[in-house]
């Protein structure tokens, strides 16, 4: 289809700098097209606020707004979690995963409407374009993209907004203060500014930057103790009160958020290549991960445990690089939930300025048995039967040591 063929398009659309000048602009390039404005409510709150007059004034026919947050948490976030995926050891995946949800449901809409075209504003250096193009495959393979940020003329985040003050868009941020940020129910990001240079301490004590709590330094002198139940993997209960995963992590948010715990500064690799830093909030999913983290360690015998974490990077460069709907991450699924059907439990932990302290673990499925592990006497374990254990585990080096000496006799 070209261009001048496209008669609606449906724009991924956020309220935020990039989309907000794309309505004015995907109607300027395509002969006046119909564009309809889709936002995804994936936990952000406030910022979904006034969307849909600013849509409407800026040139979109409607606004759909999707309630995905449950769908987000259920389907996405805790497989992920389930799965113990951490991309390069420190970041818990928050825009990475919100992507497929949405433009998944992004796809459903494009189709009920009948569009030609869809839309959206990620850049050609980010991770997201890939993230969301790859799930329109998935669902929509004949489907055309538009991603105006490869071929535009506005070459910087000041031409947009000398774009967005040109046509009357409305825009909250200004030239002095315009971190790129992404919130959802899992976490809050901040790239951009200051934080282009790895050498910048953010500033986490500076009003207004952290949005999700406080810096360690200003978290409360007392520590705060709580206990999160599973069951299978999944987290079900918060100090013995069975919750649903939104409620959870909403009330483990402000908990972690409170007592400074949840802040990663990372410098990423980026699947397009670079290298990127990124500041990440993430109170209720870091608290989340240590938990589950501890109850495998009592419910997972070695040999599990140890495949599991193999498994776990390559699940969460799936996440990462936008390759959710693949066969592969759905053999992933299959194995680790098998790998969980015994990860339940309850969890005590101890929060105290930005650390997680283990305070307690039990499980109907323990593999730990004090029995076996006393330095008492016992009538389980004959240590007598370590000898030749010791003997056969150290054949090999015992061989190589003889050997290695005969031919320095020689």
């Given at each position: 289809m070209s261009d001048s063929q496209i008669k609606k398009i449906v724009l991924m659309y956020s309220g935020g700098l990039d989309t907000s000048i794309l309505i004015p602009w995907l109607k300027e390039h395509y002969n006046n097209a119909e564009i309809i404005a889709v936002a995804a409510d994936v936990g952000q709150g406030a910022e979904l606020n006034g969307l849909e007059e600013k849509a409407e004034k800026t040139g979109a026919s409607k606004l759909y707004i999707l309630d995905l947050t449950k769908e987000f948490v259920e389907d996405f976030i805790f497989p992920t979690l389930k799965a113990h995926a951490i991309y390069e050891n420190r970041y818990l995946l928050g825009t990475s995963f919100a992507r497929p949800v949405i433009a998944k449901r992004i796809v459903e809409i494009a189709e009920k409407e009948g569009a030609d075209a869809i839309a959206h504003g990620c850049t050609g250096k980010g991770n997201d374009q890939v993230r969301f193009e790859l799930t329109i495959k998935a669902f929509a393979p004949d489907m055309k993209i538009i991603a105006p940020w490869r071929t535009w003329e506005l070459k910087s985040r000041d031409d947009e907004i000398d774009y967005a003050i040109a046509h009357n868009v409305p825009?909250?941020?200004?030239?002095?203060?315009?971190?790129?940020?992404?919130?959802?129910?899992?976490?809050?990001?901040?790239?951009?500014?200051?934080?282009?240079?790895?050498?910048?301490?953010?500033?986490?004590?500076?009003?207004?930057?952290?949005?999700?709590?406080?810096?360690?330094?200003k978290a409360p002198d007392k520590p705060t103790y709580v206990s999160i139940g599973f069951e299978k993997g999944i987290p079900v209960s918060l100090d013995g009160e069975k919750l649903d995963g939104v409620s959870l992590i909403e009330k483990l948010n402000k908990l972690g958020g409170e007592n400074g715990i949840g802040l990663a500064d990372i410098v990423e690799n980026r699947l397009v290549g670079m290298k990127s830093r990124g500041v990440y909030e993430t109170?209720?999913?870091?608290?989340?991960?240590?938990?589950?983290?501890?109850?495998?360690?009592l419910t997972l015998d070695k040999m599990?445990?140890?495949?599991?974490?193999k498994l776990a990077i390559e699940y969460a460069d799936l996440v990462y690089n936008g390759q959710w709907y693949t066969p592969l991450r759905e053999a992933?699924?299959?194995?680790?939930?098998?790998?969980?059907?015994?990860?339940?439990?309850?969890?005590?932990?101890?929060?105290?300025?930005?650390?997680?302290?283990?305070?307690?673990?039990?499980?109907?499925y323990s593999l730990y048995s004090e029995e076996f592990a006393s330095f008492d006497e016992d009538d389980v374990y004959d240590q007598n039967d370590s000898a030749g254990f010791v003997n056969l585990f150290g054949l090999p080096i015992k061989v190589k040591a003889l050997l290695d000496k005969a031919r320095e006799n020689q």
């Open positions: 825009i909250s941020v200004s030239r002095e203060n315009k971190y790129s940020k992404d919130k959802n129910i899992w976490h809050l990001s901040h790239e951009g500014l200051d934080l282009e240079d790895p050498a910048n301490e953010p500033k986490y004590n500076e009003e207004g930057f952290l949005e999700l709590g406080v810096s360690p330094e109170p209720g999913g870091t608290i989340l991960y240590y938990a589950h983290e501890v109850l495998e360690t599990t445990a140890r495949t599991k974490q992933l699924d299959a194995f680790v939930d098998v790998t969980q059907q015994t990860v339940t439990g309850e969890v005590k932990l101890k929060l105290y300025k930005g650390n997680i302290i283990n305070a307690g673990v039990t499980s109907p």
